[in-house]
């Protein structure tokens, strides 16, 4: 491909921002300017004469502006081949003059919907002749050149400034760029439309790819990785308050945090909760009646894990909170808010990511992972167990409040997950986790050792291990977690139920005297 002169241009902008930058370059070499509706007026403002668009299509703009670019004369002057015998001769005989650069962008269809806008709204804002120009114009990058995004217009200017004309090169890069601008056009449309109309089994999935945030890598510092935002809000849109660039792994990291202290807050919102995650299980986790013995609570459950930590809360951090960290080595901090005087103290520990992101719901978002070949979608593991059927009453009798922050805590741990949870007056905390094993006795193995560890380590924990509550992701498929459990003095077990060999598992509790609880739902996060 060789270069084209730009001797006809195609304007048609939503967006009229940063039109004027093109305006010298335009005169220069006098370069007809086609255009309709609002963006001929903005030019014509600039100084630009402008070829009404009705000129080139024979019709009025009509249907309160619907009709106005599509038309065979437009798309003609787009896609016909130049240079190709029989193309030329049938532009000619039609009376098709070419237009060599397409300067585009959509109807604000995304700002709108991020808006809460109703359907008609929505409808109002699908653009129609936008999309078919920008297609004709890119599928033809041959001949034409199509720009879409207003930050690219600096760099047109530049290209065509050497000689009026534009290289194969660039009018290649812009051509890719204006695929990738419609494909998420329509995604959005798709995503926001099936979501409204709830009508979709399966949830369509917008992924925008057209402004994505370099991280500072990815798993491993030889992995090249980004953030793309589908949205204004999240944890994907938020930039941190300060301290160094994220990571691949920081973002996946704070996800988890945010998700498993979203979760845990449902059990009693009116009380402070907080996650300390170290990758991506809690290794600690609280809920207490204050913000400082919701932190203690929560970094005792793992001291030694909780170093370079990722710590989210669900109110705004105080001074007293922040003081906390002096001498600790922490990654992120999240909350929905922060003080003047927290910041302040932040400020001082220079590579610790603040992050302020506030609460919101996450029931509506799929869960989607890459596999070779394609995508697995599902739904989020959401909402509060609300049966906890008791199916052996022994010598404890805990508090629904601490079966539910239990059950919270262990469906945000690897499976096969086993928690052990404590509470008091203060509040309910983890005591002990053992997590992504291949069989189950292994974790609970680990879950109990770890709280061992924390009741002789910990000054906060004033109650030894068997005042515990030992819960489980999944069922038992033994009873060998249940002799385990009481070899330690547990005497309080939640798990799903479900297995052909619960019967055998409710009698290990008799003999024991443990109360055992079924949920009826199974909670694997692998």
């Known amino acids: 491909m060789s270069s084209v002169s730009i001797r006809r241009a195609l304007i048609s902008v939503s967006d009229k921002s940063h039109l004027a930058t093109l305006v010298p370059m335009l005169q220069q070499y006098n370069v007809e300017v086609v255009s309709s509706g609002g963006t001929a007026k903005a030019l014509e403002a600039l100084g630009l004469t402008v070829t009404p668009i009705q000129e080139v299509t024979g019709n009025p703009e009509a249907f309160g502006g619907r009709m106005k670019t599509l038309s065979f004369q437009v798309s003609s002057a787009l896609l016909y081949r130049r240079g190709h015998e029989g193309d030329e001769a049938q532009a000619s005989e039609l009376g098709i003059e070419p237009i060599d650069l397409v300067i585009c962008n959509l109807y604000p269809f995304a700002k709108v919907a991020a808006q809460g806008a109703e359907w008609g709204t929505l409808i109002e804002n699908i653009d129609i002749g936008g999309p078919t120009m920008i297609r004709a114009a890119a599928k033809n990058c041959a001949s034409v050149c199509c720009v879409v995004d207003p930050s690219d217009y600096e760099s047109l200017v530049a290209e065509v400034g050497t000689d009026g004309t534009v290289s194969a090169d660039f009018r ?14 329509d995604s959005m449309i798709a995503t926001t439309l099936c979501a409204q109309a709830a009508e979709t089994a399966v949830p369509s999935i917008h992924v925008d790819t057209s402004n994505p945030r370099v991280l500072r890598y990815g798993e491993n510092p030889h992995q090249r990785a980004w953030v793309c ?24 990291d704070a996800d988890a945090a945010y998700r498993s202290m979203m979760d845990i807050a449902q059990v009693n919102p009116e009380m402070h909760a907080v996650t300390v995650i170290k990758h991506l299980n809690p290794c600690g986790a609280s809920l207490a009646h204050t913000q400082m013995d919701a932190l203690v609570g929560a970094w005792s459950g793992d001291p030694v894990s909780a170093f370079g930590s990722i710590i989210a809360f669900n109110q705004p951090v105080t001074i007293d909170t922040a003081r906390f960290f002096k001498g600790k080595f922490i990654e992120v901090v999240i909350a929905p808010d922060f003080t003047e005087e927290a910041l302040w103290f932040f400020s001082k520990k220079k590579n610790v990511r603040v992050l302020k992101l506030p609460l919101r719901d996450l029931s509506a978002q799929p869960v989607v992972r890459s596999i070779d070949g394609g995508f697995l979608v599902q739904d989020e593991d959401c909402g509060l167990d609300t049966e906890y059927r008791c199916v052996h009453q022994g010598e404890l009798n805990p508090e629904t409040e601490l079966l539910r922050f239990g059950s919270m805590v262990t469906k945000h741990l ?32 680990q879950a109990i050792a770890k709280a061992n560890d924390n009741v002789i380590e910990s000054e906060y924990m ?20 249940v002799d385990l459990a009481n070899d330690y003095g547990i005497k309080a077990i939640v798990q799903p139920g479900g297995s052909i060999r619960d019967e055998e598992v409710i009698e290990a509790c008799k003999e024991h005297g443990i109360t055992m609880y079924f949920t009826g739902r199974r909670h694997f996060r692998h």
């Open 172 to 185: 290649t890069k812009v051509a890719l760029k204006a695929f990738q601008h419609t494909a998420q056009y």
């Open 414 to 445: 690897k499976s096969n997950a086993i928690s052990l949870v404590q509470g008091d007056s203060r509040g309910v905390r983890l005591l002990g986790a053992g997590m992504g094993n291949p069989n189950r006795l292994v974790s609970t193995e």
């Open 462 to 481: 004033d109650q030894d291990v068997s005042f515990s509550i030992l819960i489980s992701d999944a069922f038992f498929p033994f009873r060998d977690n």
């Open 229 to 252: 935002a589908s949205g204004t809000e999240g944890l994907a849109a938020v930039q941190p308050i300060q301290g160094k660039a994220l990571s691949y792994n920081n973002m996946l």
